[in-house]
């Protein structure tokens, strides 16, 4: 027997959640075709009125689970009943059919202890000692569940997500995994096989996982972002400064757009302090942590072959969502 997760993302508003129900089958080959469309409740997951209660699941992804005997976790998209995509599903709505488009995502969040409604790291009165000491730290003083934070990057690379790295952030309790993918349906699938593994992995440990983008509000203490790396033949191959200039300005006259689909609560976190750009302004500039878009230094030293990073999404922000707007604004470029 097999067991098969199929995960899927409701109609939680502003932010989507994750929700998953297992299928057993008698067996399964290893290949998507066999992954058969499976139903549920939408009246449960706010995706449809009880009346008219049945969404569809469609599987896109998969891979192996890692935590579970003879299993596998299934990404899927929600479709209505009449088999097209539901306004929830914002997979559907990324227009890169030749994966063009490479993105790597950077999720911060933060470790977050249920009990006293604060970050792993922070006493039960009071605060620990000022943000400075905690990125890339190590030791008992600074770096706070590191268990959880080395158990999930060893289910990640089992299962085969193409995680390029972890590192402490830095606030207490908050860290941060990347991952990268040529294509951008694929980045949105292993980013959110990846929050569902971690969410799985605090369960064991009485930990829950804090995507706001702003847990500490107006305190002294970072937010979480989901800087979005992005590149596409233009940007790869371009060996001109001029390319650079006309796909950031298109991101110009878009702010509202894109701020639409970078999470809720971002004008909490992009304040213009803390590494982020105010919420109201769009800049862009090499090695510039505290611009929109930052153009790494290696694209210029590439001779303007590279990628840009968006550091605007959060880390609450849909993947799908991300990448689908970036996407639109790219092409508008026309080059
Ligand atoms: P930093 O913290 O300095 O912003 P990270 O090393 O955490 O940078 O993340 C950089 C990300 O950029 C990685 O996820 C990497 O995969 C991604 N990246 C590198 N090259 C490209 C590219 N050509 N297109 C898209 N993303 C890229
Ligand atoms: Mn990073
Ligand atoms: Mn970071
Ligand atoms: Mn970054």
Redesign the pocket.
């Known amino acids: 027997m097999v067991k098969l997760e199929y995960i899927w993302l409701d109609g939680n508003y502003p932010t989507q959640s994750l929700r998953s129900k297992t299928k057993v089958e008698k067996e399964f080959n290893g290949t998507l075709e066999e992954l058969s469309m499976w139903s549920f409740d939408g009246s449960s997951t706010k995706q449809a009125p009880g009346g008219s209660s049945d969404c569809l699941l469609k599987p896109v992804f998969f891979v192996k689970d890692p935590q579970r005997k003879n299993a596998y976790l299934v990404m899927c998209e929600v479709l209505k009943a009449d088999g097209t995509p539901h306004p929830t599903n914002g997979r559907a709505t990324i227009e890169d059919d030749d994966n063009d488009f ?3 995502f ?1 999720q911060e969040y933060f470790l977050w202890n249920p009990s006293s409604n604060k970050p792993l790291g922070f006493p039960d009165n009071g605060f620990p000692h000022p943000q400075g000491q905690y990125y890339c730290s190590v030791g008992t003083n600074n770096a706070f569940g590191r268990d959880i934070v080395e158990e999930h990057l060893d289910v990640c690379i089992e299962a085969g997500l193409n995680v ?2 972890i590192n402490a952030e830095v606030a207490a309790g908050q860290w941060e995994f ?1 991952i ?1 993918s040529k294509g951008a349906k694929d980045a949105g699938d292993q980013i959110w096989i990846a929050r569902y593994l971690l969410e799985r992995i605090g369960e064991k440990y009485g930990v829950s996982i804090n995507w706001h983008c702003k847990p500490l509000g107006t305190l002294d203490w970072n937010g979480s972002g989901m ?1 979005a ?3 596409n033949t233009l940007l ?1 191959t371009a060996g001109d400064k001029t390319v650079y200039d006309k796909v950031c300005e298109a991101f110009r006259p878009v702010v509202k757009e894109h701020i639409d689909v970078y999470g809720a609560d971002n004008h909490l976190r992009l304040t213009g302090l803390h590494e982020t750009a105010s919420i109201h302004d769009f800049s862009y500039g090499v090695s510039d942590r505290g611009a929109s878009i930052r153009i790494p230094v290696a694209t210029v030293e590439r001779g303007w072959k ?2 840009l ?1 968006d550091r605007r999404p959060n880390s609450a922000a849909d993947p799908y969502k991300v990448a689908a707007r970036i996407i639109k604004t790219v092409k508008s470029v026309g080059l």
Request: aromatic share 32%; glycine share 18%; charged share 25%.
């Open positions: 490479w993105f790597g950077e390029e790295g990347q990268f800087h790396n992005f590149s790869r590279g990628y990073e």
